[in-house]
């Protein structure tokens, strides 16, 4: 079986493990985040994703949080003595990006937090503290359960008081991602309608998600996928829609689908798809976000099978790490 197929199959087991361990964020990491003016939230690839995530999640508690590219850190962040602190995404721990990152940001006498995968990396040891996300090596290049457990970690930093309502969404994703597992020939019903474009549009945490979507099918088929929110498509990129285009819409909207369903040869409402042949409530934001990261995982999948690539393995791809 494929490494990255054994490795979303993990993901149930994942979520249950979250939720029933009583992971705990440490207040050292909880009191920097709330001492901070500013929080930069960075990483590459996956891990930048997870960083839009936590930024959002941060924002909306009140936090003045933004995200950038972990590759950019030297050209965005110039110390400018607002109490700053940045916390680093690497799934590896030893991502280039990410360390050079940490090592610049502490030489401004500033604060880095890291979420890794990994003990006893080279960024747990460039970083002022760091949360373990401990799902296991990741063999697979595209990352899947990683990414799950970087988002499950944002999701545990923001609710840290609100816990009962976080287990409450957690239950929820579980099921929705336990119905998808058992039953992925309605993700191939969906693969099977071949198109050369994909555009993912998503609005506040399935924003996020449809980047993470957009990249994994990018990565594992090497096919032309771009991401947006939801209203943002309408100013220009618009222009792009064609009939080899396919649109997944991650938020329900009425009107922006009707505004691009007759230049596009397919238009998914996501939302509406996973209720109907799922049987989801798909209503709360958090357990959806979960559901449908999965959800276009498995697409990825099995979009690349289909086009006789190994997902595992894309041909010009590779960990970009020390």
């Known amino acids: 079986m494929s490494l990255m197929l054994d490795e979303i199959y993990e993901e149930p087991s994942i979520l249950e493990q979250y939720r029933t361990r009583d992971f705990i964020v440490k207040e050292s990491v909880l009191n920097i985040l709330n001492e901070s003016g500013v929080i930069y939230s960075l990483g590459s690839g996956s891990s930048y994703n997870a960083a839009v995530y936590l930024s959002i999640l941060l924002n909306r508690n009140g936090l003045n949080s933004i995200p950038i590219f972990a590759s950019e850190a030297r050209l965005m962040i110039k110390g400018r003595g607002v109490n700053e602190t940045a916390v680093i995404f690497s799934q590896s721990g030893n991502s280039v990006d990410a360390i050079r990152a940490a090592e610049y940001i502490r030489s401004l006498k500033?604060?880095?937090?890291?979420?890794t995968n990994t003990p006893d990396s080279k960024l747990e040891l460039a970083s002022d503290v760091t949360i373990l996300t401990n799902v296991g090596e990741e063999k697979s290049i595209p990352a899947t359960k990683s990414h799950l457990a970087q988002l499950l970690t944002s999701l545990f930093i923001s609710y840290h008081s609100q816990r009962d309502k976080l287990t409450s969404s957690?239950?929820?994703?579980?099921?929705?991602?336990?119905?998808?597992?058992?039953?992925?020939?309605?993700?191939i019903e969906v693969v099977s309608n071949q198109y050369s474009n994909s555009i993912f549009l998503g609005s506040g945490l399935l924003y996020p998600i449809a980047l993470e979507s957009s990249l994994k099918l990018t990565e594992t088929s090497g096919s032309l996928s771009v991401a947006y929110p939801?209203?943002?498509?309408?100013?220009?990129?618009?222009?792009?829609?064609?009939?080899?285009?396919?649109?997944?819409?991650?938020?329900?909207?009425?009107?922006?689908?009707?505004?691009?369903?007759?230049?596009?040869?397919?238009?998914?409402?996501?939302?509406?798809?996973?209720?109907?042949?799922?049987l989801l409530d798909m209503h709360d934001e958090v357990s959806s976000s979960i559901i449908m990261?999965?959800?276009?995982?498995?697409l990825s999948y099995f979009n690349a099978t289909r086009l006789g690539y190994n997902p595992d393995k894309p041909s010009r791809l590779s960990k970009v790490v020390y």
């Open 230 to 278: 939801t209203r943002e498509f309408l100013h220009g990129p618009k222009q792009m829609l064609g009939k080899n285009c396919a649109v997944f819409m991650l938020n329900s909207d009425r009107e922006v689908e009707k505004s691009i369903r007759e230049y596009s040869g397919q238009v998914v409402d996501v939302t509406e798809f996973l209720e109907k042949k799922y």
């Open 293 to 298: 990261l999965v959800f276009f995982q498995l």
């Open 170 to 187: 957690l239950i929820k994703a579980e099921k929705g991602v336990d119905s998808i597992i058992e039953r992925p020939d309605f993700v």
């Open 110 to 115: 500033s604060r880095v937090v890291a979420i």
